[in-house]
């Protein structure tokens, strides 16, 4: 072996043990083979799968309306509207999962943040800054509801996974319970929505006036940065952290377990309780009775795990998971079945799943190493 | 309204639960949790209507629904096969491969049926399965011999006691030369087959075409009631019955003065009220949810 050959060698497997290494890089491989599949899955229809990157791309820049001859981002306002939920969801779910929880319950965390915030904007009289009064209440109703999980799981070692689950759908039959029966009739379609919500509640419109663009956007990024600062700047987020890594030797050192436990899915239900009030007061604006399940909460679990619980991450993936939603609205227009969105959204998810194969190639290629470094010793 | 001529309706709720919750009880008593039931619910129904109703409109008869229901447990089960992959080979974390699967079904459901027949849900099926002379239709039959033979093969066969070794204790189960990756995967293949019958006879009793709704959480039912019925065939058919009548109460008693709603959130209040209560105790098998690494030395 000449050294010229040897030294290409080396550089190449650096190249790939990093690509392996990152966590982002895999991130971002997982979200192409999403989009790939995708692409494979319409062409095989035999589409043109060309509608679909189309339909992303508008989501990010807009498009060219005709009929007002004039540019419209409106689906980049949509995309940062979704991305608000998205992200808070997703935040709710990574911070829970860096302290070695698995919160699937956001999407009953969102619910009852917008049953609070419904709460107040409907049956109390209008007054100036009532939509600030309602989004701390749902965020303390969101806490509630994710604190009940961690003090299950804390003090009655009940699998937050199991207890979430109940809880969402509680909550879900809780808030058609009380929006249906407590809360001031609306004029019309007593089963579908309550009386209008105070117009003092509503959240004030910005930058792109074609969208539902709201000032939680800005509540949603003040969200990022308190994540950010609790989980790497904190003694708090240091105690969180170590009892994610290592339970037992947190304990060990001083940590008191039990009370990280139960403050992070406190914290982490607050995320998603302001998700709740952010989609009710800025994106609906009227007294919705839910029907189902939004699925924000669903969708956070796989933004977390695309920003790998890092507040960076999950802003970016947020972002990423809106412009796909905004897509799907745009792509009925296009003439794809749009549900291929959310066949992407699930193989993004699996795929991360089966990235925890990528650990067993780093294995291998370290024996590898080892062993021809063993060769290399012997043949000297 | 009589509480005798009930217990068809309630029965026929209670099926789909009950099936599904064998098939989480039989994966989870492998050693694997299942999250995903209420995604392969729900590609068993829409594989179970498109296969109907493709069949007779092209003049087949009542067979037809059979046939359905068997691609339906077919196709659920090569989808269940993806979270064995995942958790059982590549120990990725359990409940993630599962909720992917839970989005997917989702989408491909939808998918689907836009692809064949243009719209979000499917066509009216013309022929589904009919009731009996008591008013059972036969998807109650079929979950009463899901449950007896899961029994059966739980506690008198030796399959059964090496899938229970697996659940509890891989690594013993291992060392005395049971195959626990194989077990595994049969464990989870079965919960996506029944998954796929559970799908079928509910799109082939309670409805007349697959829509996004049909399936409403009842997969999350069944996990509800697997743990509620503390992980045996006769605790899960007791609180799927439970959890069945429940559901059908929501419906049959709706227009009374008792909302629906108080009915619909029984399942999952109890069984969180009753984990509560029986914290402590540990009835879950020990290794459920938690990847076998086979130990190099």
């Given at each position: 072996m000449t050294k010229s050959s040897k030294s290409t060698n080396k550089t190449d497997q650096v190249w790939i043990d990093r690509l392996l290494a990152s966590e982002g890089a895999t991130s971002v491989l997982v979200v192409i083979l999403g989009i790939l599949s995708g692409t494979l899955i319409v062409a095989l229809l035999g589409k043109n799968p060309s509608s679909l990157f189309k339909a992303i791309w508008q989501a990010f820049v807009g498009y060219y309306n005709k009929g007002k001859g004039a540019w419209s981002v409106g689906p980049l306002g949509d995309t940062l509207t979704y991305a608000i939920p998205y992200v808070l969801c997703g935040l709710s779910m990574g911070f829970a999962n860096r302290v070695g929880l698995f919160n699937i319950g956001a999407e009953g965390q969102y619910t009852v943040g917008m049953l609070a915030a419904h709460a107040f904007a409907v049956c109390i009289p209008a007054f100036p800054g009532q939509w600030l009064f309602c989004m701390v209440v749902a965020v303390l109703a969101g806490a509630i509801w994710g604190g009940i999980v961690g003090i299950l799981k804390a003090?009655?070692?009940?699998?937050e996974v199991v207890a979430t689950i109940m809880l969402n759908y509680i909550a879900l039959y809780i808030y058609r319970l009380v929006a249906l029966y407590l809360f001031p009739a609306g004029l019309t379609n007593r089963t579908y929505r309550t009386a209008d919500l105070a117009s003092t509640s509503i959240l004030k419109g910005v930058f792109i006036s074609e969208s539902n663009l709201n000032i939680g956007f800005f509540f949603m990024i003040l969200a990022v940065f308190v994540y950010w600062f609790i989980m790497e700047k904190t003694k708090l987020g240091f105690s969180f952290r170590a009892t994610g890594f290592n339970k037992d030797a947190a304990r060990c050192s001083g940590i008191n377990d039990t009370q990280a436990i139960s403050l992070s899915m406190a914290i982490a239900g607050a995320f998603a309780g302001l998700a709740g009030a952010c989609v009710l007061l800025g994106s609906l604006k009227f007294g919705r009775i839910m029907q189902?399940?939004?699925n924000y909460g669903f969708m956070g679990i796989a933004v977390a795990l695309v920003g790998n619980s890092k507040a960076p991450g999950i802003f970016l993936a947020g972002i990423l998971f809106g412009a796909l939603r905004s897509a799907y609205s745009l792509m009925?227009?296009?003439?794809?079945?749009?549900?291929v969105v959310n066949i992407i959204e699930g193989l993004i998810v699996i795929f991360i799943a089966l990235r925890a194969g990528l650990g067993k190639v780093q294995e291998y290629r370290a024996k590898q190493k080892i062993k021809k470094a063993r060769e290399q010793e012997a043949a000297k | 309204m009589n509480i005798l001529n009930m217990i068809p309706t309630i029965m026929m709720v209670t099926a789909p639960i009950l099936i599904t919750a064998i098939g989480g009880m039989i994966c989870e008593r492998s050693g694997v949790v299942n999250v995903a039931l209420e995604g392969l619910m729900s590609i068993g129904a829409c594989a179970a209507a498109c296969t109907a109703f493709i069949l007779q409109s092209t003049?087949?008869?009542?067979g037809s629904v059979w046939v359905g229901v068997l691609i339906a447990m077919l196709i659920s089960g090569i989808i269940s096969l993806i979270h064995a992959v995942a958790a059982i080979d590549l120990k990725a974390n359990q409940t993630i491969s599962g909720t992917g699967i839970n989005l997917l079904a989702d989408g491909i459901t939808i998918f689907a049926c836009q692809v064949l027949f243009g719209m979000d849900r499917t066509d009216t099926i013309p022929i589904r399965m009919h009731t009996d002379g008591l008013g059972f239709y036969p998807s109650f039959y079929i979950a009463i011999g899901v449950v007896v033979l899961s029994w059966f093969v739980l506690y008198k066969t030796p399959f059964g006691m090496h899938l229970r070794a697996c659940g509890e204790h891989p690594a013993a189960a291992d060392s005395v030369g049971i195959n626990v990756r194989r077990v595994r995967y049969i464990g989870v293949f079965v919960s996506g087959v029944l998954g796929g019958l559970a799908g079928a006879c509910a799109v082939m009793t309670q409805t007349t075409q697959f829509t996004s709704t049909l399936i409403g959480g009842r997969g999350f039912i069944a996990l509800a009631a697997v743990a509620f019925g503390r992980w045996t065939p006769i605790g899960v058919l007791g609180a799927s019955v439970l959890f069945g009548a429940s559901q059908a109460l929501s419906v049959l008693l709706?227009?009374?003065?008792?909302?629906s709603e108080v009915f619909n959130i029984i399942p999952y209040a109890i069984t969180l009220i009753a984990l509560i209560a029986f914290s402590g105790k540990d009835f879950a098998p020990r290794s459920a949810g938690l990847p076998y690494e086979k130990s190099s030395s």
């Open positions: 003090k009655f070692k009940i699998s189902g399940q939004d009925q227009f296009m003439n794809i079945p749009r549900e | 003049g087949a008869g009542g709706s227009g009374t003065s008792i909302p």
